[in-house]
């Protein structure tokens, strides 16, 4: 596992960033919410079609979506654009303008309430004016929770994305060294079972929802993402930024990446915010 590991996921440990570069880049950055899906699978959590999954209540204070925009208020961003979708006037009246954290919180909806995917919803942001072209983008979904990062992790996020860029990188990706196997794992000899680990972490580089991404990326969205069709810029932008080595990654701790998709997700966020 050490040996795969090595082979796919090295880190960049030459390049160096000063704190005033962090500090500078904050005044140009915006977060990109969506927030737009059903989250159908963690229904029985909130019993009820009348609430957004980023509304889900994770630490009996806020709500996935409220310590998003709270952690990186703390850490100086003050700028955020969420893309709504599914009882978008209820998030919309959830957050507010953002004045409680002392922040500017501005909303882009599906158009005409069509599903058009996170790449459709921000070129359609785009569009309309309400995300700004000359801002860097932290595209951060609110149901991937961060707890447990020692700095702010908003500026381990600019601080990575400002070394690609030293790098000739567009695009960052937040990422996961390892990620747990859904299943018993094993090492198998000529058909005898040797060992068996239940959800065996496998090193292989997981992507935790988190992207960030130079005003440059835009034009990119304009030219190859279709308001016609649900996409995702996962799948349809950063390949073909990836295909030029322009797209870069920075790893954060493994267990410091919950993602909420089920109620075994809420509860592992609940859990480890008790802690601390």
Known sequence: MAELRERINTEDTTTTVSKDEIEEQKAKTVVVMPAGGKGTRIRSETHSEA???????????????????QDYADCGIDKFVVLTGFLAEKVEEHLGDGSRWDVEIKYSRDPDGRKVGNAGAILHSLNNGTLDDS???????????????????????????????????IGTFVVVPETPF????????????????????????????????????????????????????????????????????????????IPINDLK????????LHRG
């Not at 992507?207 to 996962?234: A, C, K």
């Not at 997700?265 to 480890?272: D, F, K, N, S, Y």
């Open 51 to 69: 609430i957004n999954k980023v509304m889900i209540n994770i630490d009996g204070k806020r709500s996935m979506i409220e310590k998003a925009v």
């Open 182 to 257: 859904q299943y018993s794992g094993m090492i198998i000899k000529k058909g005898k079972v040797l060992d068996i680990t239940k959800y065996p972490p496998i090193a292989i580089p997981a992507h935790t929802g988190i992207t960030l991404l130079d005003p440059e990326v835009y034009d990119y969205f304009r030219r190859i993402v279709s308001l016609e069709v649900e996409s995702s810029f996962e799948q349809v932008v950063c390949p073909v930024i990836a295909s030029e080595a322009r797209m870069y990654a920075i790893n954060i701790p493994s267990d410091a990446w």
């Open 135 to 169: 801002l860097m983008s932290i595209i951060h979904n609110p149901d991937d929770v961060i707890v447990g990062v020692k700095r702010p992790y908003g500026e381990v996020f600019l601080e990575g994305h400002i070394k690609g860029r030293k790098n000739g990188c």
């Open 265 to 272: 997700g809420i509860e592992q966020a609940r859990t480890a």
